[in-house]
């Protein structure tokens, strides 16, 4: 048996290559690699002997010949191909061990230049990967550190790889130049090409939006059903999940997460991670429906439940905060699809134990505390349409209290500015047009998702007054601006004191007139967070 070594990341090799060489097994190699192996005192042969023809143009050219790919093509069981490699005196090559340039980590780097970009992307690697992968009955193919492991164990066992093996070894290795050429052709489509600056330490200017989007994702897991039971589903991840990301949890227990299990989780997560202070948010059909902040996640969850307790009936929980007992004490007592958290403390976990349906997520906290949340946002949202994709930047827009325009007579309060900002927050989550209603760090009343913005803010008094909740005193926050007076008089006449909105409209001063003949203070924050 003969393996070919050629690898970019050199972690594992030299263990990988004595542990081939211990089983008997050929070792050839190019470059920086086989001058490691070799000083490792493992016994090499490089290419360039096999090709007698010599790495050239700075290696550019090494791999590319007829004695490598006829090694890896030629199929065993065809009496003709095995005839041609011995008449060329071919010998075959039965372990291929490549990773590539590492072209994503350099385009990734501040201050990439064109030249460094394109000296690393790689040629021969790829195209030897994809001879053996595609001869995958023959040759196996390792692209990743993470499958030595496996190959030895393998080797170790039988004396060679299962078919099984290296199917799987031949996917992974068409997925892998899928991802490097998709790469590629990404950074290249957003350079701003700009010939009168080209030199080689010339850092072009990219696009926001490359000419061609590849997007990578790796199927998580299929789901029993998409959105309607008639519906066929899947959970993909990012080829690179950002930490603290929903994807990058872990089930500790109960059924398996349906696809709106999913969707709704994600909104509950992406908002309660919005908060330092010990936040809980409840979620219902992917709209809050439930956030508050408190001393503790017990008492963030006490107030998120008060809001709407007929809608969190089945909802989806999350907390920024350890789910402790008291908190799981009061959590157990409702009917929860979902309950997630940054972690769950052993007497938590016994509490739910018995509540053997209710899926509980641990999503690990990102180092650097409450404000490294930021690292799990998406950076970009898609949505298609009819055989097209909409991309744009995601919103992760945050109001500073600096951001505030005070528009009215009325001068808003202290208390009134820090619930406005709350109040600012659980509205970018809450599908439009958007309402909310909040007061001591707790939202009040919701409205959610109407054609109308005169009609949210009805939903959102009728939701308070079946919570048995008071308005009088609160604080508004509307995702848009209001178009005319009329759904400002419905909040004001519900109880509220102060209103956030974004201005904007052709009426603005319609609306601040509204707010100072109602005796109410009225604030700009100059931007909109529409939600559809």
């Not at 550190?145 to 290296?166: F, N, P, T």
């Not at 949202?381 to 528009?407: C, I, Y």
Request: proline share 4%.
């Amino acid at each position: 048996m003969r393996a070919l070594l050629s690898v970019s990341d050199k972690t594992g090799i030299v263990e990988f290559a004595q542990a081939l060489h211990s089983l008997g097994v050929t070792l050839l190699s190019t470059g920086g690699t086989a001058k490691l192996l070799s000083d490792k005192g493992l016994p090499v042969t490089e290419v360039a002997e096999v090709t007698n023809f010599p790495e050239m143009l700075d290696g550019r050219v090494k791999t590319l010949h007829p004695k490598v790919h006829g090694g890896l093509l030629a199929r065993r069981e065809l009496p003709e191909h095995m005839a041609a490699l011995k008449e060329q005196g071919i010998e075959t090559i039965d372990l291929l061990v490549v990773n590539l340039y590492p072209f994503e980590a350099t385009v990734a780097k501040a201050g990439c230049t064109l030249a460094d970009a394109i000296e690393n992307i790689d040629i021969g690697g790829p195209a030897m990967v994809r001879s053996a992968a595609k001869n995958w009955k023959d040759v196996g193919v390792v692209t990743d550190a993470g499958q030595y492991e496996a190959v030895i164990a393998e080797l170790k066992a039988a004396g060679k790889l299962s078919d099984k093996l290296r199917f799987a070894l031949s996917v992974a290795a068409f997925n892998r130049i899928a991802q490097y050429d998709g790469a590629i052709s990404d950074y290249l489509s957003s350079v701003t090409f700009e010939e009168e600056k080209l030199a080689e330490s010339y850092v072009p200017a990219r696009n926001l939006f490359p000419g061609q989007s590849n997007g990578q994702f790796i199927k998580v897991q299929d789901l029993r059903y998409g959105e309607n039971s008639h519906q066929q589903a899947a959970l993909y991840r990012d080829l690179y999940p950002a930490p603290g990301s929903l994807v990058t949890g872990v089930q500790l227990q109960g059924k398996e997460l349906s696809y709106n299990n999913i969707a709704d989780a994600d909104a509950a997560w992406e908002c309660v991670k919005s908060f330092e202070a010990p936040a809980c948010v409840i979620v219902k059909h992917a709209n809050p429906c439930g956030v508050a902040v408190g001393k503790d996640a017990h008492e963030a969850y006490a107030k998120a439940f008060q809001t709407d307790p007929t809608s969190a009936f089945g909802g989806i929980i999350a907390f920024n905060r350890t789910v402790d007992k008291a908190a799981a004490e009061a959590v157990v007592k409702q009917f929860v699809e979902v309950l997630m958290a940054p972690d769950f403390t052993a007497e938590a976990l016994e509490i739910f134990k018995p509540k053997v349906n209710v899926r509980l997520m641990k999503i690990a906290m990102p180092k650097g505390g409450a404000s490294a949340w930021d690292q799990g946002r998406n950076a970009m949202d898609a949505k298609r349409v009819g055989s097209g994709l909409l991309l744009q930047t995601a919103d992760n827009h945050e109001l500073a209290l600096a951001d505030l325009k005070v528009v009215t007579v009325k001068q808003p309060t202290s208390e009134e500015l820090q619930d406005l900002l709350f109040a600012w927050k659980v509205a970018k989550y809450v599908k439009s047009n958007a309402i909310v209603f909040c007061k001591n760090g707790m939202t009040m009343g919701v409205g959610a998702g109407q054609m109308s913005r005169l009609d949210s803010a009805r939903i959102a008094s009728i939701k308070a007054e079946a919570a048995k909740l008071s308005l009088q005193g609160t604080v508004v926050a509307s995702d848009a601006f209001f178009p005319f007076r009329d759904g400002l008089d419905v909040v004001v006449d519900a109880g509220a004191t102060c209103v956030a909105q974004p201005g904007g409209s052709m009426r603005d001063q319609e609306v601040i007139d509204a707010a100072n003949e109602r005796g109410v203070a009225m604030v700009f924050t100059g931007v909109r967070h529409f939600r559809h």
